[in-house]
């Protein structure tokens, strides 16, 4: 069966601190992945998907960036945080990129940025 | 412009009673709709996802209804559980015109609190 991870849990930063958020899938091979920010009261609004290794899509601008280094393994970062980018981070993935397909999300990180 | 609204906003029940949760949509055309619940602090996990097609869709005590014409789906909780105690939201998936994303449109929820 599949199972995806995020780490750390929960994660408390100082504004103008780097970010490095993981996230892994076990259990598939070559999924699409993709990260998502939850803020409080808003729904789910999609940040970065990848298809591959190496290839990044970005959704909307922001002071986040995405890599995929390995197949999968999907990390979100940051060089210095705002304090705009608190909010519950989702990692989820697909078998497909169509929307005909399941997307399952991970457990989550709750990033508070002071 | 594409948009998925849910009411209420929060929604206290007793438990063993049913509830019924609503979502409007704007997307169109729209491949499938799906209901998820998202326990505090955790990610959401499917209930339900229906096509155009279709009408109803059940997973246990959870039965979704969805009214492509009105652009309207509920979710109807039977029974009610203190583990239903959750956020539920409403994801609608618009038609992928051969581009490159399955970019989901989430509403923003409907927080539910199950009490004794």
């Known amino acids: 069966s599949q199972t995806i991870h995020q780490w750390p849990a929960t994660l408390v930063q100082p504004v103008g601190s780097p970010l490095s958020l993981e996230c892994t899938v076990e259990g598939t091979s070559n999924p699409n992945l993709y990260w998502y920010r939850q803020a409080a009261g808003r729904g789910l609004q999609l940040l970065f998907y990848?298809?591959?290794?190496?290839?990044i899509s970005s959704e909307v601008p922001q002071n986040l960036s995405a890599s995929r280094p390995q197949d999968r393994q999907f990390i979100l970062s940051s060089k210095k945080l705002l304090l705009s980018d608190s909010g519950f981070y989702l990692c989820?993935?697909?078998?497909?990129?169509?929307?005909?397909?399941?997307?399952?999300f991970g457990p989550g990180t709750r990033l508070t940025v002071t | 412009k594409n948009q998925v609204e849910q009411s209420p906003q929060s929604l206290i029940i007793l438990e063993g009673k049913n509830c019924t949760l609503q979502c409007n949509y704007t997307v169109s055309p729209f491949s499938n709709l799906r209901w998820y619940k998202q326990d505090t602090g955790r990610g959401p996990v499917s209930l339900t996802i229906m096509t155009f097609s279709e009408n109803t869709k059940s997973n246990g005590r959870y039965t979704a209804t969805l009214d492509a014409d009105t652009k309207q789906s509920s979710l109807h909780i039977t029974a009610s559980q203190l583990s239903d105690s959750a956020s539920y939201i409403c994801v609608v998936s618009p038609v992928n015109y051969g581009g490159a994303t399955n970019k989901l449109i989430f509403g923003t929820g409907t927080l539910l609190a199950v009490q004794p």
């Open positions: 989820a993935w697909s078998v497909r990129l169509t929307g005909d397909y399941e997307q399952y």
């Open positions: 990848s298809v591959g290794i190496g290839q």
